[in-house]
T-cell receptor
Framework: AQTVTQSQPEMSVQEAETVTLSCTYD???????LFWYKQPPSRQMILVIR??????QNATENRFSVNFQKAAKSFSLKISDSQLGDTAMYFC?????????????FGKGTHLIIQP | ETGVTQTPRHLVMGMTNKKSLKCEQH?????MYWYKQSAKKPLELMFV???????ENNSVPSRFSPECPNSSHLFLHLHTLQPEDSALYLC?????????????FGPGTRLTVL
């Protein structure tokens, strides 16, 4: 079974700073997908970024980028120029390539607080 | 605002009650999911439906009973729940069961079992 570990329960940074959220995972699969989801206080979970394990290039989406280290099974999220609206719970998630029939495996989440 | 809606948003029930949670998606998706989000625990996958067929029951107690009458609607029927079942129940949908697809989440139903 896959597991996802987020070792930072809470982080707080000043607006405009860069912050990195860590995520490690454990799997015996070679092909899989990794995701970062954001859950703002309104509780609607939304996708931030995703990475295919077979791609060496790190995914980027505007201010969000990942550092994917397959050998180390590490998948960190970097948020540049942080904004107040980035305050939320951030969940790292894993899905193997066998299909969505297994759903997503989530970490416990990191509560990110952006201070004005 | 995503295309996934859940009702009710809040529910308080006794252990002997029977209630149902409803999820509806307007995205034309064919896969739907139930997740349970408890405090200080990772989101837990409960059930998966792909093209109206249940493809996953993640060792969920029988007091939770899912129903998927069509690709747009998903229900979670609840009966004789326990206080430890209190949690946020999230519904999600995706185009199909493929791994790469983004799952779109609803706002959740906050369930309290007394």
């Amino acid at each position: 079974a896959q597991t996802v570990t987020q070792s930072q329960p809470e982080m707080s940074v000043q607006e405009a700073e860069t912050v990195t959220l860590s995520c490690t995972y454990d799997t015996s699969e070679n092909n899989y997908y990794l995701f970062w989801y954001k859950q703002p206080p309104s509780r609607q979970m939304i996708l931030v970024i995703r990475q295919e394990a077979y791609k060496q290039q790190n995914a980027t989406e505007n201010r969000f980028s990942v550092n994917f280290q397959k050998a180390a099974k590490s998948f960190s999220l970097k948020i540049s120029d942080s904004q107040l609206g980035d305050t939320a719970m951030y969940f790292c998630a894993f899905m193997d390539s066998g299909g969505g029939a297994d759903g997503l495996t989530f970490g416990k989440g990191t509560h990110l607080i952006i201070q004005p | 605002e995503t295309g996934v809606t859940q009702t009710p948003r809040h529910l308080v029930m006794g252990m002997t009650n029977k209630k149902s949670l409803k999820c509806e998606q307007h995205l034309g998706h064919n896969a739907m999911y139930w997740y349970k989000q408890s405090a200080k625990k990772p989101l837990e996958l409960m059930f998966v439906y792909n093209f109206k067929e249940q493809t996953e029951n993640n060792s969920v107690p029988s007091r939770f009973s899912p129903e998927c009458p069509n690709s747009s609607h998903l229900f979670l029927h609840l009966h004789t729940l326990q206080p430890e079942d209190s949690a946020l129940y999230l519904c999600a949908s995706s185009p199909d069961g493929s791994s790469y697809n983004e799952q779109f989440f609803g706002p959740g139903t906050r369930l309290t079992v007394l």
